[in-house]
């Protein structure tokens, strides 16, 4: 079936270093949206994309969609201990609307 | 402050038995949706409604039922016939589907567990 891909599952770093994760959907996207959710905790919407090669910031954290609308990533700046957590991506289809969710990236910040 | 609340936080069933969870939502939105998370996983939609008095299955609806008697209200009954009922379930909700551009607003989730 039609999935939204996510990569690494898990990613660990040290404070200060920067980190990627990586959406890629098998069909073309209406919209992608990024998600976070604290360990214990609920997914709290970040962002959303929408226009072919979309870039946007939010402080130390870029979101891209690329220019076929079937990929996308999140990349964070110089980490903190804040950013633990997992990073979901939740794309849209084009054909039908219907939200796919990535399995998301788990961000563990070795102190 | 507007918000989705989701009671209990924690709840224990017995195999056999059927459960309610509860999802309140204050925001006004149209459309709320239920999904179940396991662990290392992504989340996978139950149910969804769009309108009070409306609602469809998601990808994973067997063994659950869901009513959407009032705009604020959508609970979700686990039923016996759930084979794997023990989950993180999550109640959102949105003013549009979200496929339009609208995130979701997510509650803080039930931790349902089979003993």
């Known amino acids: 079936g039609q999935q939204v891909m996510q990569i690494p599952q898990y990613q660990h770093v040290q404070e200060g270093e920067d980190f990627t994760t990586y959406c890629n959907s098998s069909?073309?996207?209406?919209?992608i949206q990024w998600y976070k959710q604290r360990p214990g905790g609920h997914p709290v919407f970040l962002i959303q994309?929408?226009?072919?090669?979309e870039v946007k910031k939010q402080k130390r954290l870029t979101f891209q969609f690329g220019e076929a609308k079937k990929n996308s990533s999140l990349h964070i700046t110089a980490t903190q201990t804040t950013d633990v957590g997992t990073y979901f991506c939740?794309?849209?289809?084009?054909?039908?609307?219907?939200?796919?969710f990535g399995k998301g990236t788990r961000l563990h910040i070795l102190p | 402050d507007g918000g989705i609340t989701q009671s209990p936080k924690y709840l224990f069933r017995k195999e056999g038995q059927n459960v309610t969870l509860s999802c309140e939502q204050n925001?006004?939105?149209?459309?709320m949706y239920w999904y179940r998370q396991d662990p290392g996983q992504g989340l996978r939609l139950i149910y969804y409604?769009?309108?009070?008095?409306?609602?469809q299955k998601g990808d994973i609806a067997e063994g659950y039922s869901v009513s959407r008697e009032k705009k604020e209200s959508f609970p979700l009954t686990v039923t016996s016939a759930q084979k794997n009922p023990t989950a993180f379930y999550l109640c959102?909700?949105?003013?549009?589907?979200?496929?339009?551009?609208?995130?979701?607003?997510f509650g803080s989730g039930t931790r349902l567990t089979v003993v």
């Open positions: 959102a909700s949105s003013i549009e589907n979200p496929g339009q551009g609208y995130g979701y607003t």
């Open positions: 069909t073309t996207l209406s919209n």
């Open positions: 994309l929408v226009k072919s090669g």
């Open positions: 939740a794309g849209a289809r084009s054909r039908d609307d219907k939200i796919i």
């Open positions: 925001l006004n939105h149209d459309a």
């Open positions: 409604s769009q309108i009070v008095n409306d609602f």
